[in-house]
């Protein structure tokens, strides 16, 4: 789309999104998604244009059943398919595993707050550090890439507020050299832009270059405030799922994710238009509608209004 079409082009820059449904997205819901389900919304959300997905978690299927067929998800794709899927790991050996079922693509993930990491992967945020070159060795060894994923960077759900130089000490550990990502996560969906615009700034200007991955959650209604902060801020990628789906198990209070319907209603990227975004509604209408789960976002709801003028809105069938 041109300037006109898509004012909000020269602010954005080339900021892709990230649909973390299949793995973010589904940690709360109470239905699994069968193998084959999840390989064909990988697939339609490729041949529609999203940029990146991520398509599963490491997690134990003990602690996170609706994770338990992801290795079996990517041993289902192509290598081009895999390109551009992301993988949620948390240790060396989820790596591992991962690497030898395809994954080439790694978000290494701990959290600010040690209390939050002993809860979500149980152990210290310093011990996760401790093992990070290892699973950056993995990575490289295969040729792939691995984000390092910093979870609570602004609240914790047992500890409050998350000082910034805490999230900054983590950014400049040398123990996350060689990961090509840092991705700054608002779990509990508590942060407001200001604070937003100010981490990822600091994070750009204050910490090795890396691209800079915003994850949101829209817990108190600013999610796509949030994360257009983020953009104007500096960051080239950014989450979301689809109809707000999602958080996480182990942190109370959070909700779901920032709706990628929404995210990209806001952005506009060169390959949307009304058409590919009414079939990302409707994907997401019908997964949804098997999962039991509602659906948050706004523009899904503005695509089903009556204002039949207004291009974005679907047909009536």
Not at 125 to 135: F, G, K, M, R, V
Not at 272 to 277: C, G, H, K, T
Request: proline share 5%.
């Amino acid at each position: 789309m041109n300037g006109i079409d898509n004012p909000l082009s020269s602010t954005l820059g080339n900021a892709i999104l990230r649909d973390v449904t299949l793995r973010d997205g589904l940690q709360l819901t109470g239905k699994i998604l069968p193998t084959e389900r999840k390989i064909e919304t990988v697939r339609e959300l490729l041949r529609l244009g999203v940029p990146a997905i991520e398509l599963g978690s490491m997690a134990r299927a003990d602690l996170v059943p609706t994770m338990a067929n992801t290795l079996e998800v990517v041993q289902a794709l192509t290598a081009d398919e895999l390109e551009r899927c992301w993988i949620w790991v948390a240790t060396p050996g989820h790596v591992a595993k991962a690497s030898a079922a395809g994954a080439r693509n790694f978000q290494y993930c701990l959290s600010a707050s040690d209390s939050h990491n002993k809860a979500n992967i149980g152990r210290t945020t310093d011990q996760s550090l401790d093992a990070l070159p290892e699973a950056v060795e993995l990575a490289q060894s295969v040729g792939g890439k691995i984000q390092l994923c910093i979870a609570t960077s602004f609240t914790c759900p047992f500890e409050g507020y998350v000082p910034e130089e805490r999230v900054l000490s983590i950014a400049n550990d040398p123990r996350a050299a060689g990961t090509t990502d840092i991705v700054i996560c608002d779990t509990l969906g508590q942060a407001v832009p200001a604070q937003v615009s100010q981490l990822i700034t600091r994070v750009r200007n204050e910490s090795p270059a890396r691209r800079i991955v915003y994850h949101g959650h829209d817990t108190w209604g600013l999610g796509v405030a949030n994360t257009l902060a983020a953009i104007q801020a500096g960051a080239a990628m950014v989450d979301g799922a689809l109809g707000g789906l999602g958080g996480c198990p182990f942190a109370p209070g959070a909700s779901g994710n920032t709706s990628s319907e929404d995210i990209l209603f806001a952005t506009r990227p060169g390959w949307l238009n009304p058409e590919v975004f009414g079939a990302l509604v409707h994907l997401s209408g019908k997964l949804l509608e098997e999962l039991g789960e509602p659906n948050r976002s706004k523009a899904a709801q503005g695509a089903h209004s009556k204002a039949a003028a207004f291009e974005w809105v679907m047909p009536v069938l």
